[in-house]
């Protein structure tokens, strides 16, 4: 399969709004821990926007002819002055539909998100897993990704007393 890598734009937008939701899909399914809220799309697609004229954030597509079917998210971080370092550039999201996978899409967009992390200045790429997703575990290592730290976490049973805060319409930042 042919195909080609460029940075997204806003053109992208409903493309890149569908890629999410099947990401988003896979990801709830892997761990029932890992559930979206109702609104997540809505939330994602105004986020899109100012992602797309950010530029601290980087969004990459992968499309066969006129297709897009493929993105991955990255985002310019400094690590805090405790750490030597510097710059680093999160990848917050890579996404390949299933049937443009093991076709060299998935590495073709993450050295895209490599080459925009080096023109930044990044020291180092960062990159979050669920522990079930060990199809993408397995391309991250062959792509030299090695493991700095685990997420652990405990469920409680107890529901929250106090009402939870109002989320901000505008999305998932704060």
């Known amino acids: 399969m042919a195909f080609s890598i460029r940075k997204a734009g806003p053109g992208d937008l409903d493309a890149l709004v569908a890629l999410f939701e099947a990401f988003a899909r896979e990801e709830s399914g892997r761990d029932t821990r890992h559930v979206f809220?109702?609104?997540?799309?809505l939330r994602y697609r105004n986020d899109?926007?100012?992602?797309?004229?950010?530029?601290?954030q980087a969004l990459f597509v992968a499309?066969?002819?006129q297709q897009?079917?493929?993105?991955?998210?990255?985002?310019?971080?400094?690590?805090?002055?405790l750490?030597?370092?510097?710059?680093?550039?999160?990848?917050?999201e890579v996404y390949v539909q299933p049937?443009?996978?093991r076709q060299g899409v998935a590495t073709a967009l993450v050295m895209a998100a490599r080459a925009?992390?080096?023109?930044?200045?990044?020291?180092?790429?960062r990159l979050t897993l669920l522990d079930a997703n060990t199809e993408s575990?397995?391309?991250?290592?062959?792509?030299?990704?090695?493991?700095?730290?685990?997420?652990?976490?405990v469920e409680l049973a107890a529901p929250l007393t106090e009402a939870a805060p109002a989320k901000s319409p505008l999305g998932f930042s704060f």
């Open 48 to 56: 899109l926007q100012a992602w797309l004229r950010s530029d601290a």
């Open 137 to 153: 575990q397995v391309l991250w290592k062959k792509l030299g990704a090695t493991p700095l730290a685990r997420i652990y976490t």
């Open 116 to 125: 925009w992390a080096e023109a930044q200045g990044a020291t180092r790429l």
């Open 37 to 41: 809220s109702d609104d997540a799309l």
């Open 83 to 92: 750490y030597r370092g510097g710059v680093e550039v999160y990848l917050s």
């Open 99 to 101: 049937e443009a996978r």
């Open 68 to 81: 897009v079917v493929g993105y991955q998210a990255a985002s310019r971080h400094f690590e805090p002055p």
């Open 63 to 65: 499309e066969t002819g």
